[in-house]
């Protein structure tokens, strides 16, 4: 088993920074893909951004590239996601995912073993 914690949320004015972090503990080196998702209020859970365990393989949806940026720190057992330039639309509940598996459809929900608790992240505007 895997435990993912996310922390880093926080109510941020429009056009600010935040830095998410999720801390994978357990069989953690099993691990070879993980990501981020959000879920606004009365929306479904959506990809927001993947990346490899060695830092590869970066991919990010059309909502958010240009402004967010993944990356992960495999041997401590972290991933990270810079959000700069932040909108109200970015209001959502942050939730780290990880996958076993290699080869995965990066946003779908599916694809996914293990997830977190989530992390609340409010854009005033």
């Known amino acids: 088993q895997v435990q993912l914690v996310e922390s880093g949320g926080g109510l941020v004015q429009e056009g600010g920074s935040l830095r998410l972090s999720c801390e994978a503990s357990g069989q953690s080196s099993t691990i070879e893909v993980m990501a981020w998702f959000r879920q606004a209020p009365g929306k479904d859970r959506e990809f927001v951004s993947g990346?490899?365990?060695?830092?590869?393989?970066?991919y990010y949806s059309d909502s958010v590239k240009g402004r967010f940026t993944t990356s992960i720190d495999y041997a401590r057992g972290m991933l990270y996601l810079q959000m700069a330039n932040l909108i109200p639309e970015d209001t959502a509940v942050y939730y780290c995912a990880a996958s076993p598996r290699y080869a995965v459809s990066w946003s779908s929900r599916g694809a996914y073993d293990y997830w977190g608790q989530g992390t609340q992240v409010t854009v005033s505007s």
């Open positions: 990346i490899r365990k060695t830092g590869t393989g970066r």
